[in-house]
Nanobody, 122 residues
C-alpha cells in the first residue's frame, strides 16, 4: 500500500521558519512530480509548490522568495523549507505525488498525504 507521510508541522511565531518533509512508502514503480498544497479552514485547497522528478520547480505567487521545495529521489522524499512565515500561512499542508505503484500498469495516479498543521502566531 502506497502512503505519503508528512512531518514537520508546528506552531511558530511570525518571521520564523519550518521545514516540512513528506516520504512516500510502499511498493512504488515510479514517481513523477511531488509537491505541497495547503488548506486553511473555510478555504479551498491551493497549490504551494511543486517539483518535477528532474528538479524543475513551480511556486505560488504568495510564497515566492520565502519557501523552497526540494526532493531526494533516492529517499522518495519531498521537502518544503518555509522562511519568513506569516500568520496567513496558517493551514494544513498536504503532500502530493504523481506516482505509479509496482508493478507498473502504465498509468500514474494522484496521491495525497493526511496533512501536517502549520500555525503561525502574530
Amino acid at each position: 500500500q502506497v502512503q505519503l507521510v508528512e512531518s514537520g508541522g508546528a506552531l511558530v511565531q511570525a518571521g520564523g521558519s519550518l521545514r516540512l518533509a513528506c516520504a512516500a512508502s510502499g511498493r512504488i514503480s515510479r514517481i513523477g512530480a511531488m509537491g505541497w498544497y495547503r488548506q486553511a479552514p473555510g478555504k479551498q485547497r491551493e497549490l504551494v509548490a511543486m517539483i518535477t522528478s528532474s528538479g524543475t520547480t513551480n511556486y505560488a505567487d504568495f510564497v515566492t522568495g520565502r519557501f523552497t521545495v526540494s526532493r531526494d529521489n533516492t529517499k522518495k522524499t519531498v521537502f518544503l523549507q518555509m522562511n519568513s512565515l506569516k500568520p496567513e500561512d496558517t493551514a494544513a499542508y498536504l503532500c502530493y505525488a504523481k506516482l505509479a505503484p509496482a508493478p507498473y500498469s502504465g498509468t500514474m495516479g494522484d496521491y495525497w498525504g493526511q496533512g501536517t498543521q502549520v500555525t503561525v502566531s502574530s
